[in-house]
């Protein structure tokens, strides 16, 4: 069975900074297209950034040049660096593993969320 933990949310003043982690569990983590997505107070979910098993990260628009996304494959880890937060980064914050399962499709698997709250 797949799990993937989040951790690294909290409280932090605009401008300031968080890194937020995902270990997973019970996949081939190497073989996974990891991304991070947020959901915010009576807004849908939002792909925040992804990054393939093959490398190639990619940003929403409105985090570009403030987040980075990265992944640690001898740690089953995917981390999200995010730098310069402002009042639209408060929210929960989604790992997502997608991993192929050849003719059977593929393996959709989303972890608990973390909440950042970003207040002064």
């Known amino acids: 069975q797949v799990h993937l933990v989040e951790s690294g949310g909290g409280l932090v003043q605009p401008g300031g900074s968080l890194r937020l982690s995902c270990e997973t569990s019970?996949?081939?983590?190497?073989?996974?297209?990891m991304s991070w997505h947020r959901q915010a107070p009576g807004k849908e979910r939002e792909l925040v950034a992804g990054?393939?098993?093959?490398?190639?990260?990619h940003y929403a628009d409105s985090v570009k040049g403030r987040f980075t996304i990265s992944r640690d494959n001898a740690k089953d880890t995917v981390y999200l660096q995010m730098n310069d937060l402002n009042h639209e980064g408060k929210a929960v914050y989604y790992c997502?593993?997608?991993?192929?399962?050849?003719?059977?499709?593929?393996?959709?698997?989303w972890g608990q969320g973390t909440q950042v709250t970003v207040s002064s």
């Open positions: 019970g996949t081939i983590f190497e073989r996974n297209d």
């Open positions: 990054i393939p098993a093959d490398g190639g990260a």
């Open positions: 997502r593993a997608v991993e192929p399962q050849g003719r059977f499709g593929v393996l959709d698997c």
